[in-house]
């Protein structure tokens, strides 16, 4: 219904589609000077597609890198769309950041990861602009973050040196201020001083920490809910209770660690409780 709404406004989609192949459908988009092409890929949550259902394009690297091969053998410019990243982290986790270098390494030109709801870092690896969150578009105010706020990409493509120049407009948006509004004045002042700071971090090492420092504040949640069979307000914070979290993941924590971090024993672990959630 979405794409369908879109093409009766003449607004040109991808990303998504009533099955996996329509979904990883790249989109073409042919300039003077130069033909564009925009491969697009979620994260796996609830939305991606499957051979016979609607949604995202799933986020796997090798179906990625082998679209990108294919663009670049065509001498297409290839624009990353990922969603991708953690809701109200400013910074990449670290295996986005190093698989956002191996896309750049393959021939993307421009990458941007949007799922954050905040305003991301972003830098330049080697030729290629990596923006790893634009922030809420959309929504506003139910993140806790400044409503509405965050920032658009304008990309040329520069053909003396081959690749994109990308400007950043940052913006806030929401009903009250009547759509979207470019950040001006102290605003735009507080939100480029803070995007220099985020930058600086990521550029630096010290993001590492950062995430370090949000991954504790998280860990009461993620544990309550991989690890507890029910869910009912508060369970977060009966987390943070040392022993009560040291009862839960019990005297085999390094066991539970080696199933979620094997690449074939979290493939087996995912396909068992999906085939249990579909018995249900």
């Known amino acids: 219904q979405l794409k369908d709404a879109l093409r009766e406004v003449e607004v040109d989609s ?9 979904a990883q459908k790249d989109y073409i988009k042919a300039f003077p000077e130069v033909e564009v092409c925009i491969i697009s890929a979620c994260e796996h ?3 991606h597609a499957a051979y016979q259902e609607c949604g995202a394009a799933p986020y796997d690297l090798i179906s990625i890198y082998e679209r ?35 896309f750049a390494d393959a021939g993307a030109d421009l990458i941007v990861c949007h799922h954050s709801h905040v305003a991301g870092a972003y830098e330049k690896f080697k030729n290629t602009n990596i923006y790893y969150g634009l922030g809420d578009l959309i ?18 493509w520069n053909t003396k040196l081959e690749m994109f120049d990308c400007s950043m407009v940052p913006y806030r948006q929401s009903p009250d201020l009547g759509g979207v509004q470019l950040l001006c004045d102290n605003a735009l002042e ?8 985020h930058n ?6 010290d993001w590492i ?4 420092n949000f991954v504790e504040i998280l860990k009461p949640s993620l ?26 993941l019990g005297t085999n924590s390094m066991d539970k660690l080696n199933l979620l971090r094997c690449e074939s024993l979290r493939a087996a672990l995912i396909r068992s409780i999906e085939s249990e959630h579909n018995n249900d």
């Not at 991808?14 to 329509?22: L, P, R």
């Not at 929504?139 to 040329?156: D, L, S």
Request: charged fraction near 25%; hydrophobic fraction near 40%.
């Open 223 to 248: 544990f309550a809910r991989i690890f507890l069979p029910i869910k009912f307000p508060g369970i977060a914070r009966l987390m943070k209770v040392p022993l009560l979290r040291k009862l839960i």
């Open 139 to 156: 929504f506003e105010g139910h993140h806790g973050n400044k409503p509405g706020e965050g920032y658009g990409v304008i990309a040329e």
């Open 200 to 205: 600086s971090r990521l550029i630096n090492g």
């Open 68 to 102: 990108i091969k294919v663009a670049k053998q065509q001498n297409k410019k290839v624009i990353l769309s990922l969603h991708a990243g953690y809701e109200l982290f400013e910074y990449p986790t670290p295996t986005l950041r190093r698989e956002c270098h191996f």
């Open 190 to 197: 507080d939100f480029l001083s803070r995007q220099a700071l």
């Open 14 to 22: 991808t990303g998504a589609g009533s099955n996996i192949k329509e």
């Open 209 to 212: 920490k950062q995430w370090d």
């Open 45 to 47: 949550e609830f939305s």
